[in-house]
């Protein structure tokens, strides 16, 4: 199992970014797909979360109405839409997946909002 994470950058408040994650080495389409982040010093929390079928999505309340989770199983990738970026959204951004009971974490792409 391979996540690889990209599109994390400096963006100012109120701005947009797009993550995406690759995946490779399982049946993508098969399984759930999650973003957490880390924010320096604090533990890491899920952002967003979707069925493996695309189909019902939950999000962090700190996020609601800003961020969207989707997936292409043609590409294997999952993305992280996110508008109207604070500067408490600066964190390092991981896809997860759980396959067999383990969790399996790309390396992360750094996201920092700030002026």
């Known amino acids: 199992v391979q996540l690889v994470e990209s599109g994390g950058g400096l963006v100012q408040p109120g701005g947009s970014l797009r993550l995406s994650c690759a995946a490779s080495g399982f049946t993508f389409s098969n399984y759930v797909m999650k973003w957490y982040r880390q924010a320096p010093g604090k533990e890491r929390e899920l952002v967003a979360g979707g069925t493996s079928a695309g189909g019902s999505t939950n999000y962090a309340d700190s996020v609601k109405g800003r961020f969207t989770i989707s997936r292409d199983n043609a590409k294997n990738t999952v993305y992280l839409q996110m508008n109207s970026l604070k500067p408490e959204d600066t964190a390092v951004y991981y896809c997860?997946?759980?396959?067999?009971?383990?969790?399996?974490w790309g390396k992360g792409t750094l996201v920092t909002v700030s002026s």
């Open positions: 997860n997946t759980k396959r067999w009971g383990m969790n399996y």
